[in-house]
Nanobody
Framework: QVQVVESGGGLVQAGGSLRLSCATSGLTFSVYAMGWFRQAPGKEREFVAAISRSAASLYGDSVKGRFTIARDNAKNTVYLQMNTLKPEDTAVYYC??????????????????????WGQGTQVTVSS
């Protein structure tokens, strides 16, 4: 059974930092591309970042230069380091796994429809 479990969310002041973790089990993590998405109340799910098998990354425009995605294949875990947080970053953050890593070692996608396994999400709240 595949599990995707996010952790590390919380309340932080604007300008602060948080690191989210996403631990997986039940899948061959090293061949999956991984992604982070977020959803604020009343808004659609938004792409945040993705990372390929080769650790090539891709970021949404609103987080470029502030967020960093990384993976540790030995721990079956992907991370999202979030710096210089803004109130508009407040959302539930979801981790997801994309099984199309066979497409190429640099494959990663901003399309949520590409992802087959999703976590339950972790709340991030940034106060002004």
């Amino acid at each position: 059974q595949v599990q995707v479990v996010e952790s590390g969310g919380g309340l932080v002041q604007a300008g602060g930092s948080l690191r989210l973790s996403c631990a997986t089990s039940g899948l061959t993590f090293s061949v999956y591309a991984m992604g982070w998405f977020r959803q604020a109340p009343g808004k659609e799910r938004e792409f945040v970042a993705a990372i390929s098998r080769s650790a090539a990354s891709l970021y949404g425009d609103s987080v470029k230069g502030r967020f960093t995605i990384a993976r540790d294949n030995a721990k079956n875990t992907v991370y999202l380091q979030m710096n210089t947080l803004k109130p508009e970053d407040t959302a539930v953050y979801y981790c997801a796994a994309d099984n199309k890593g066979y497409s190429g070692e640099d494959y990663r996608s901003p399309n949520p429809a590409a992802y087959v396994y999703w976590g339950q999400g972790t709340q991030v709240t940034v106060s002004s």
